[in-house]
């Protein structure tokens, strides 16, 4: 991420501010821009660490519009939009790709759950469908065509880079008039008589009526600062890098095996990009990188992809999803609050939507009504036996 981002980050607190963002991942970015871009320039965000050091802080992020659920879609759909634009508007390279997203299905069962979702998606204008073997094989040619039934293919869908993503984000914010402060973690919430009255932070206290939760793995404690349950839980996920590979590896799509949850993708500098949802991850706060699960992508790629059993790694990344149970976002305002509002919970959808995201909670702040209802996505859903309406997330990549 560019310096002069976070040239501000030792700069003292102002006293007070219409809003507070907590979290300077790309959710609290991107919602800093929206605000700040709206005109509400007194807004601050504070994060603990750097921006972009936890959740976002993944190499390369996947974007796509393939969720089983037309709410999930439709933010897939509104962001790739915005991803598209990222050069004009807020003004940065992100380096997106347009490679596509190919999920290999391995039998009758994973194939007809994804025809469903082909289906619900093209009504909703995404241009995914329903791939065979060899057409599979010939957009992927590390995959062995014989191990699958189908594929379902999008080719809209790609990868961009998340720290410039939130670099954009923040240095378009700041010169918008918005404060943001590294190094500086929240204590406390501060709230009498119903309302928000100020946040506490190792840096000093800010007054403010609004409080805004973007804290990513972190966002349970902040909740419950103000008096809120987001169900939040942090999980590390890993991937693996192989280093410029010689040949260079061919253009690929961002590749998934639905069952085993073994990825792959390029790199954009020659090499490859190795992932696998490692069903032993016990849920909590680590974020050392390890090689263990790397036995569990042997073995699923000597099944789909066997050129890749044995591709040689150097090195890796560690960082943490923020998981929820339905593996959906958290979306909404605390009612009765005084004005606490939440984007979080997105079980390693958040950079993929975070600029509809971002403009959503703009709205919700503002009293307009946003381009897509998220009132399915409150925290308060888990809190009886009624269903959200909001289908689970089978998928976590």
């Known amino acids: 991420m560019a310096t002069d981002a976070v040239a501000s980050?030792?700069?003292p607190l102002p006293r007070s501010a219409a809003v507070v963002i907590v979290g300077g991942g790309v959710i609290g970015a991107s919602i800093a821009f929206h605000l700040a871009e709206a005109g509400v320039t007194d807004v601050v965000l504070v994060?603990?660490?750097t921006p972009a050091s936890g959740s976002s802080g993944k190499p390369i992020g996947g974007v796509r519009a393939q969720f089983s659920d037309p709410l999930n879609i439709r933010l897939g759909q509104r962001s790739l939009e915005a991803w598209r634009a990222f050069a004009e508007r807020p003004g940065a390279d992100v380096g997106l790709r347009d490679v596509g997203y190919l999920f290999l299905l391995a039998d009758d069962e994973q194939l007809e759950t994804f025809r469903e979702g082909v289906e619900v998606?093209?009504?909703l204008g995404v241009p995914s469908r329903i791939v065979s073997p060899r057409e599979a094989h010939a957009l992927c040619p590390y995959l062995d065509p014989g191990s699958i039934v189908a594929a379902a293919w999008c080719p809209s869908d790609g990868y961009a880079l998340p720290g410039a993503a939130v670099g954009?984000?923040?240095r378009a914010a700041r010169a918008l008039?918005?404060?943001v402060r590294t190094h500086c973690a929240v204590t406390g919430v501060d709230a009498s008589g119903g309302e928000v009255r100020a946040?506490?932070?190792t840096a000093g206290t800010v007054r403010t009526g609004t409080v805004i939760c973007a804290a990513g793995a972190w966002s349970r404690e902040i909740g419950a600062m103000a008096g809120l349950d987001l169900p939040v839980t942090p999980l590390r996920r890993q991937i693996a890098l192989t280093g410029p590979l010689s040949p260079p590896p061919p253009r690929v799509p961002f590749t998934l095996d639905y069952g085993s949850t073994l990825y792959f993708h390029g790199d954009g500098a020659?090499?490859?990009?190795l992932g696998l949802s490692d069903p032993d991850e016990r849920p909590g706060f680590a974020r050392e990188y390890s090689e263990e699960w790397l036995d569990l992508f042997r073995a699923a790629a000597a099944?789909?992809?066997?050129?890749l059993a044995g591709v040689p790694v150097r090195g890796g990344w560690a960082g943490l999803y923020e998981m929820t149970p339905d593996r959906n976002a958290l979306i909404g305002e605390a009612p009765g609050s005084g004005r606490f509002l939440y984007a979080t919970g997105f079980s390693g959808h958040g950079f993929l939507q975070a600029p509809a995201v971002g403009e959503v909670v703009r709205d919700l702040y503002l009293g307009r009504t946003p381009f897509l209802d998220v009132g399915p996505l409150a925290a308060d859903r888990f809190d009886g036996p009624a269903s959200s309406g909001v289908r689970p997330e089978a998928h976590i990549i």
């Open 303 to 307: 099944r789909r992809a066997p050129a």
């Open 177 to 179: 008039g918005a404060t």
């Open 9 to 11: 980050g030792t700069a």
């Open 47 to 49: 994060e603990r660490d």
């Open 270 to 273: 020659g090499g490859l990009v």
């Open 199 to 201: 946040v506490r932070t």
């Open 121 to 123: 998606q093209n009504g």
């Open 168 to 170: 954009g984000y923040l």
